[in-house]
């Protein structure tokens, strides 16, 4: 029992720094690292669109601008849970395939920036989630290892969409 | 009793629950589930350990590993003026990517395709 409480003390003094190094510097730096992609993202695709880039999809530039746009009011507050909590209904899934298939089918400008836009959007979950990270990198690889790629690919894929559900759900 | 749109209205111990669920999603997912546990352990064993115990324990804390305290508070220091460094860097970068594109548009005469809501007051 004295080695446990001497092990929460030194969790304790180490922790505490961390954590507000942590949420009170490296965070919001991050974030505001994130968001300057994010417009950096935006700006390539209304360049693109200037650039008759958006010729042959015409549909896939509001969307693009849509995702930005989100992205942009919600980086500082978007976690996780937030997106695993909202019960998404089917409609909004479909409408999520229907969208990602249009950006899927675009030319390589367009997707180019769709998955500079995923990867930064990713990025700032996860930074605003770092629990989930640290409980959930163990039992990621270890579901790879042992349920192999393709059906945690089609696990991940599905959390995607509803994630991505939930994101169309919050208002902008 | 039914809601306008034919649900029923969650009783008391439902949005608890729902509640307790969000809580503890929160918690995992900001990573505060550690203090809660560190917070229910440590008391634990306060409570429990007797006071000779107790002494030796704190006085190994911070008698023989307080020095520790030194090295964790200048790598703190270390850290932090990286990442003010690193911002410093990228806000300089975003700040010339700005001013490329300014000048692109400049020069090819063109404007954004997508107005502000201030530009489509101004219109009405």
Same mark, same amino acid.
């Not at chain 2, 634990?44 to 307080?66: I, N, P």
């Given at each position: 029992?004295?080695?446990?409480?001497?092990?929460?003390?030194?969790?304790?003094?180490?922790?505490?720094?961390?954590?507000?190094?942590?949420?009170?510097?490296?965070?919001?730096?991050?974030?505001?690292?994130?968001?300057?992609?994010?417009?950096?993202?935006?700006?390539?695709?209304?360049?693109?669109?200037?650039?008759?880039?958006?010729?042959?999809?015409?549909?896939?530039?509001?969307?693009?601008?849509?995702?930005?746009?989100?992205?942009?009011?919600?980086?500082?507050?978007?976690?996780?849970?937030?997106?695993?909590?909202?019960?998404?209904?089917?409609?909004?899934?479909?409408?999520?395939?229907?969208?990602?298939?249009?950006?899927?089918?675009?030319?390589?400008?367009?997707?180019?920036?769709?998955?500079?836009?995923?990867?930064?959007?990713?990025?700032?979950?996860?930074?605003?989630?770092?629990?989930?990270?640290?409980v959930l990198v163990p039992v990621f690889a270890l579901s790879v290892t042992a349920l192999w790629f393709t059906r945690v690919k089609r696990i991940v894929l599905e959390v995607i969409k509803r994630a991505a559900g939930a994101f169309y759900l919050k208002p902008c | 009793m039914e809601t306008?749109?034919?649900?029923?209205?969650?009783?008391?111990?439902?949005?608890?629950?729902?509640?307790?669920?969000?809580?503890? @999603? !929160?918690?995992? &997912? #900001?990573?505060?589930?550690?203090?809660? /546990? %560190?917070?229910?352990?440590?008391?634990?064993?306060?409570?429990?350990?007797?006071?000779?115990?107790?002494?030796?324990?704190? @006085? !190994?804390?911070? &008698? #023989?590993?307080?020095?520790?305290?030194? /090295? %964790?508070?200048?790598?703190?220091?270390?850290?932090?003026?990286?990442?003010?460094?690193?911002?410093?860097?990228?806000?300089?970068?975003?700040?010339?990517?700005?001013?490329?594109?300014?000048?692109?548009? %400049?020069?090819?005469?063109?404007?954004?395709?997508?107005?502000?809501?201030?530009?489509?007051?101004?219109?009405?």
């Amino acid at each position: 029992m004295t080695n446990a409480l001497f092990i929460c003390l030194i969790v304790t003094a180490v922790g505490v720094p961390a954590y507000f190094l942590y949420w009170h510097l490296f965070r919001p730096v991050l974030l505001t690292r994130l968001k300057y992609r994010l417009y950096e993202c935006r700006d390539n695709a209304r360049i693109l669109f200037l650039s008759d880039g958006f010729k042959e999809h015409p549909k896939a530039y509001p969307l693009l601008e849509l995702f930005c746009n989100k992205s942009i009011a919600m980086v500082d507050e978007v976690d996780l849970a937030d997106l695993i909590c909202l019960k998404v209904d089917r409609t909004t899934v479909l409408k999520v395939e229907r969208d990602f298939n249009i950006v899927a089918n675009s030319s390589i400008p367009i997707r180019k920036i769709f998955i500079q836009w995923g990867i930064t959007i990713t990025g700032a979950v996860l930074a605003n989630s770092p629990g989930f990270l640290i409980v959930l990198v163990p039992v990621f690889a270890l579901s790879v290892t042992a349920l192999w790629f393709t059906r945690v690919k089609r696990i991940v894929l599905e959390v995607i969409k509803r994630a991505a559900g939930a994101f169309y759900l919050k208002p902008c | 009793m039914e809601t306008p749109e034919g649900g029923s209205h969650p009783t008391g111990w439902e949005r608890l629950i729902a509640a307790i669920e969000r809580i503890g @999603l !929160k918690s995992l &997912a #900001t990573g505060n589930f550690v203090w809660f /546990v %560190v917070l229910i352990i440590g008391g634990g064993c306060v409570w429990k350990l007797d006071t000779g115990d107790l002494k030796e324990v704190l @006085l !190994k804390v911070f &008698a #023989t590993y307080g020095w520790l305290g030194y /090295v %964790v508070a200048g790598v703190a220091i270390f850290i932090a003026v990286r990442v003010l460094r690193w911002r410093e860097r990228f806000y300089q970068q975003e700040m010339g990517r700005i001013s490329e594109v300014r000048n692109q548009l %400049v020069q090819a005469k063109i404007e954004f395709p997508i107005q502000s809501s201030v530009e489509k007051r101004e219109e009405k």
